[in-house]
């Protein structure tokens, strides 16, 4: 079992950056398909970025140009950049290792870590 600790989030005013964390305990990390997705208050649990092992990346439309997934595989940790940050991106921020079916789909995630809030003010 993979074992996923985000950290990172905090209270941040509209237009400002915060950047996300999530170091993992696999140690074949290189080799797995990891995502951020999030979840809004009352909302089901949405897709944000993912990275491809193969150094693909992909994003929501809602945060492409704005959020900036990368990895470090030497320290095993994946991040999330989020730059010019709105009030509609209050949530909880989750990383995930991908397993298949759609990649912007949250049913094809496992290893959920326990989240961490970004709210962002107005």
């Known amino acids: 079992q993979v074992r996923m600790v985000e950290s990172g989030g905090g209270l941040v005013q509209a237009g400002g950056s915060l950047r996300l964390s999530c170091p993992a305990s696999?140690?074949?990390?290189?080799?797995?398909?990891m995502g951020w997705l999030r979840q809004a208050p009352g909302k089901e649990r949405a897709f944000v970025a993912t990275?491809?092992?193969?150094?693909?990346?992909y994003y929501a439309d809602s945060v492409k140009g704005r959020f900036t997934i990368s990895r470090d595989n030497a320290k095993k940790t994946l991040y999330l950049q989020m730059d010019s940050l709105i009030p509609e991106d209050t949530a909880v921020y989750y990383c995930?290792?991908?397993?298949?079916?759609?990649?912007?789909?949250?049913?094809?995630?496992?290893?959920w870590g326990q989240g961490t809030q970004v709210t962002v003010s107005s």
């Open positions: 995930a290792v991908y397993f298949s079916g759609y990649y912007y789909a949250s049913g094809g995630y496992r290893y």
């Open positions: 696999e140690r074949t990390f290189s080799s797995l398909d």
């Open positions: 990275s491809w092992s193969s150094g693909r990346t």
